[in-house]
């Protein structure tokens, strides 16, 4: 059982709390920089109770600063009496809130002892400077619980006798920072005291946190549900953060060329330069971008120009997207396109995902372990399932980026919180607002790289949509959609809101087009043959293919249409809608094809998505007439 | 259901009157030494969706005498003669400090994950969910009060401090509570034992798990022989649970009666 001590710094300002693992390595550090007294306030196996009595004891420091009082041995006094009180009042706490009778009193949680520990092993620093250099170097960039930091500088065959103390050193001189993996703080009201919880790796509250009796520590514990599939973090798991300080120096140069023969529209070229602009920070201290691209307006490409920026800088790039199967694909087409970078995939079941990389390829959830590492983090489809509401992942993606990094959102329909922030608005003459084209913080792409407007919906209301299709009767508009559709040799995706309805679906389907029976099959996200399936639409074997919002977004099929039946189910939102009319007429070949809503009774979503749809295309007409004008 | 939904899949609100016809199959099934409304309401506290209910692996009714193994499961047939009480394993091992075993589900897909995400990932929050599967065995098994105290297999303190929980612990709490059996923290793991899908072999396993357990010093030895029922989470070959009979018989001047139940067998 690892224990915390916790020391005041009197002597050359600030004068500061610290909490050290190994008080000797502290002792001598300080004794070489500038020979400050220490004063030792205590000790405890709880990391998260250690820093929550440091961040009280910051707090009464700052008040006798500005006072200006002098810290005298009275003041350290004082500290050990406000420490011993906090362990109190934690103590008093955690028991109300752990409901769990595990039989233990309510004054035995969390230990607390003065003074220093007997038996502290008299070295303080067995690496050697070559050491301390290469773990350095390993953890730069990243934010790793103490378990996941052991396993990979096991994976780099690094061995060294006295971890703690190295990092300790680290931390000292300002290379490293560590925090609890989950921090706990006693919030004072008038009404009534509670604990405070919060997972210092993903941001979660006290409803995500479960209070528990450790083994590891031996004290009141808390571990945080939300992060768990990447291990646990706890009170007692000590959470590391090194941020990369300098740019990979040794391969600078070559890294950013690019080998890309394709070619941009002029709306693509336009927008694209746009971002370098951003990337190379023409336009003031902006952190955040937003790239707004129609769905089929090339997203992927218009990156390349501010990717290949970070890159002749010697800085290293992040592309995060919500989903493992996108990454599997846009690793090897982005290593192909600039050949001399090392790109790597990171997603959970990746070997590579621990290497040193210039551009790596992430599913959101493995950025929570980058810290400080990248100058250009690009999130994909910031409007997808992980991202959206989801302040956890925002955070992490936040904290992959360098201090003075740049931060580009791509999406064919960003959320409103994201178009608040980062898109202007502007007003006609009439009154109406619309989108501006492009602003310092975001560009919009209205039009297809094709040149081609998007097809817009139609919305058919039809009265008891539930009950016509239980009753196996005819639907007419939709009946004649699928029909003409499926007549001229196209493919069709029906879309339904919920798992249960595909087979019912398909079921009616098939009765009602009988000529197209074996073209069918249906498809969600829990069906064990979902990659054949979506492999043989792929390859036409299957005609039409009933779905959930699954095949919402990434799936290109070349003359396809679209009918979305129970288009008022709140699953599809807006933006769901948006990318689903986004999946027809996306080859140039092919540019137009069919829409169909149906509903059951009038929604505002649909409604809605037609609006944007409509919005985009006259906004892509008016930047076509500007351009034949000028 | 709780509130987290179903353990297995996260669906939240399945369709219930679904549901309600599941937990009523199951019910009648499982009540055998209880009653059925008993037995009703432990399938229906299950955090589990009709989906799920439905295809819990639930042992049949032919097992093994004394091991609990099921001998309609597919590929063990071979392992059991008509006619026999006792599968090969069990009669191969001979007389024994364990009476029995007794398992409630087969060890298949249904819960390996569920298993894992409980002791490595330490989502100790299915502690709930296993204590609740735990004592539906034991209303399905055993008669009430028919044990003096309940005893969870220990980790080596090595790995207890490793995963910061004793999975086993943490369920037998459960069990102690829904049940009114007292839990005793009577024995301690004094070989650090490889884990269980590093070892190959039964022979190695039944080697390695020898003297691996020690009655606790502080734990006294009750007067009368007491009736004892081990807990753990699964049974493979046995050896840990008869390691642990073991230990228990081993300073005793009076033999106590041993049972184990195992969630998964």
Known sequence: MREYLLYVKIGREPIQAYVTPCFRVDQNFWQEQEGSQLYVIGRTPSLAMAFSLRERLHQYLQERQARHDDVNEQAVARMRQIALTGVRESNALYGDTFSDDQGKSSSEWFEWREGIAEQEDGSSLLSTRGEVELVKEVLAGRALLWEEMERLLQTHGIAVPDLPQLLQRLVLSGDAQWLPGVRLQVRKSWLRHSLELECMRCGSGKEKIELTTCHTCGQGCAYCTECLGMGRSKCCTPFLCVPAKRAPSSHTGHTGRLAWSGRYSRDQEVAADRARQFVLNHWGRNVEFLIWAVCGAGKTELLFPSVVAALEQGERVLIATPRKDVVLELAPRIQRVFPEARVIAVHGSSKEKWEECDIAIATTHQVMRFYQRFFLVVLDEVDAFPYHQNPVLYRAVARAVKTGGRLLYLSATPPRYLQKRLVAKKKSLLGRSSYALYSSSHVLLPGRYHGHALPVPQICTVSGLDKLLAAGRVITPLHDMLKASLDAGRQVFVFVPRIEEVPRMLGYLQVMLPDYREGMAGVHASDPAREEKVMAFREKAVKLMVTTTILERGVTIPGSDVAVVGAQAPVFDEASLVQIAGRVGRSPDDPKGTVLFVQSYRAAAPQAAVRQITQMNQLAKLLRDRREMA | ?265
């Open chain 2, 1 to 265: 259901m709780s509130q987290r939904g179903c353990v297995r899949c996260g669906i939240r609100a399945a369709a219930r009157n679904q549901r309600e016809a599941v937990v009523r199959s199951w019910a009648v099934r499982l009540s055998g030494r209880t009653s059925y409304a008993h037995m009703y309401r432990l399938v229906d506290q299950l955090p589990l969706c009709a989906g799920c209910l439905e295809e819990m692996p639930v042992i049949g009714e032919r097992i093994c005498e004394q091991c609990g193994r099921s001998w309609d499961h597919k590929g063990q047939q071979n392992l059991l003669e008509s006619g026999a009480l006792r599968c090969r394993d069990c009669r191969a091992i001979g007389g024994n400090a364990l009476v029995g075993n007794r398992g409630l589900l087969l060890y298949n897909e249904w819960g390996k994950d569920l298993l894992g995400l409980y002791k490595y990932r330490g989502d100790e929050r299915l502690a709930d969910f296993f204590g609740k599967l735990l004592t539906l065995a034991i209303y399905r098994y055993f008669r009430s009060g028919q044990f003096d105290y309940l005893v969870a297999v220990p980790l080596h303190a090595k790995r207890l401090s490793e995963r910061g929980f004793n999975q086993m612990e943490r369920v037998a709490g459960q069990l102690s509570r829904a049940i009114g059996v007292p839990v005793q923290d009577a024995l301690t793991r004094t070989k650090e034992t490889a884990k269980l899908s590093q070892q190959t072999g039964r022979e190695v396993r039944i080697h390695s798990m020898q003297d691996a357990f020690a009655w606790k010093g502080e734990a006294a030895h009750p007067k009368k022989p007491s009736r004892i029922l081990l807990l753990d989470d699964i049974y493979t070959t046995g050896s840990t649970l008869r390691a642990c009979a073991q230990a228990i018989h081993k300073d005793e001047t009076v033999k106590s009666y041993i049972w184990s139940l195992t969630i998964f067998r």
